[in-house]
């Protein structure tokens, strides 16, 4: 079976600093990894995707991400926050067996001025 | 290309009513999934259609139902509506070739608000 654990439910950084947003996998196989943003009264938009080519995803708008399997971990990074980052973000497993996705719970980005 | 498309974006019924939400995947695609999300408990997989059949079902009592015709576009049925479905239904479309590693495209959502 997988799951995935995002820590914090809110997280806030100024403007230009640092985004790390963590999630942490179980599965019982080797796991393909997703992050997704959703922004308000939105769906939810591929920020990255990890499907084993290699360890460090980078994604649309400055993210990324680094698949660390020793620490079972995909935490998305951005060097610097933007205004327009404020959003939602979830961390996502594709189940073995099946052809769903298993969501983490979600982590709200705010961005401080 | 266009995106996924979901329609109607915004629904009010009242309890005991049924509802229809649809769903337009991206041209190509011929997996359809439909997730629920709610702030309690967040984005819940519902089912998965490929090629007009159901593939995969979650967790739901069957008051939840759905349905994929041959171009692909997928309904899903939600009948003697209960005040915890109030949720935002989101469909994704994927190519559904099968891969772990098919991505899935989400639409916009369906806001559902029942009474």
């Known amino acids: 079976a997988q799951s995935v654990t995002q820590l914090g439910s809110h997280v806030s950084v100024s403007e230009g600093a640092l985004v790390l947003l963590r999630c942490n996998y179980s599965?019982?196989?080797?796991?393909?990894l997703f992050w997704y943003v959703q922004y308000p009264n939105q769906g939810l938009q591929l920020l990255l995707k990890?499907?084993?080519?290699?360890?460090l995803v980078k994604g649309i708008n400055g993210f990324e991400a680094e698949f660390k399997k020793s620490e079972t971990s995909f935490h998305l990074t951005k060097p610097s926050a933007h205004m327009s980052d404020a959003a939602e973000y979830f961390c996502a497993v594709s189940a073995s067996g099946t052809y769903k996705y298993i969501f983490g719970t979600g982590t709200r980005l705010k961005v401080l001025a | 290309k266009a995106g996924v498309t979901q329609t109607p974006r915004y629904l009010i019924k009242t309890r005991g009513q049924q509802v229809t939400l649809s769903c337009s995947p991206i041209?190509?695609?011929?997996?359809v999934s439909w997730y629920q999300q709610t702030p309690g408990q967040g984005l819940q997989f519902l089912f998965e259609y490929f090629s007009e059949t159901q593939r995969n079902k979650g967790n739901f009592p069957g008051r939840f139902s759905g349905r994929q015709f041959s171009n692909s576009r997928s309904e899903m049925n939600v009948s003697t509506l209960e005040l915890g479905d109030s949720a935002l239904y989101l469909c994704?479309?994927?190519?559904?070739?099968?891969?772990?590693?098919?991505?899935?495209?989400f639409g916009p959502g369906t806001r559902l608000t029942v009474l």
């Open positions: 041209s190509g695609h011929r997996s």
């Open positions: 599965s019982s196989v080797p796991p393909y």
């Open positions: 994704a479309s994927s190519l559904g070739q099968g891969a772990r590693t098919d991505t899935q495209y």
């Open positions: 990890y499907t084993s080519a290699a360890t």
